[in-house]
């Protein structure tokens, strides 16, 4: 499941936790409603910050649920001095790529960059806001943080590089290509390769 696909689970599932939790997207602030997310797809680490959950009266008249998410990138080391209350939110929210995806009504908008802090920064939270016995929070911070940190040793373990990847696809060429050789016994054969005139390489007549 890609990263939109989760964010729109958010938008879907504010309230229910557990959903949430079982695509590797853990609830890390709550306060009245869960606001903060930290996100994995795969090896790639996000945080999400609920910018607005309200509804809202359309020009027609009706009325309409309004989710606003912000994506941040990060890692796995950021998410934790950031849970254990050694930087700030605002901070943790303003260090990597932004990007902004909203849902009104039952239309989902494809995310898009932020292009400057002043479009969140009266959003988020205010300098000095951490994860600390100050901030009134129904999520247990310390299960939230070894939970995020088990599941990320499962994808190191699985984790291969490209340049690692291609080593060992080239690695399992070579080895089926020696057995393929001797299997044919290709050491005993000469093959002889022609050009369009029918010509061997060498020169010599066909």
Not at 11 to 20: A, D, P, W
Not at 66 to 81: D, Q, Y
């Amino acid at each position: 499941m890609n990263l939109e696909k989760k964010i729109e689970n958010i938008f879907g599932n504010m309230s229910n936790l557990e959903t949430l939790n079982s695509y590797n997207c853990r609830t890390l602030l709550d306060i009245s409603e869960p606001l903060m997310f930290a996100i994995n797809e795969l090896n790639k680490y996000y945080l999400a910050y609920t910018l607005q959950n309200r509804t809202a009266l359309l020009k027609n008249g009706n009325k309409a649920d309004v989710v606003e998410v912000l994506i941040v990138n990060t890692s796995i080391s950021e998410i934790k001095r950031l849970l254990e209350g050694q930087m700030d939110i605002r901070d943790a929210l303003s260090c990597g790529d932004m990007y902004r995806m909203g849902k009104v009504g039952n239309k989902v908008f494809p995310r898009k960059n932020v292009k400057s802090f002043e479009e969140i920064e009266n959003k988020i939270p205010k300098i000095g806001v951490r994860f600390d016995r100050e901030l009134p929070n129904k999520v247990n911070i310390r299960k939230a943080l070894r939970l995020i940190e088990s599941e990320a040793k499962i994808y190191d373990s699985f984790a291969i590089s490209e340049s690692t990847f291609k080593e060992e696809f080239i690695q399992i060429k070579v080895k089926k290509l020696k057995k393929f050789e001797n299997l044919f016994n290709m050491e005993n054969y000469f093959v002889k390769t022609f050009d369009f005139r029918n010509e061997e390489k060498d020169g010599s007549q066909y």
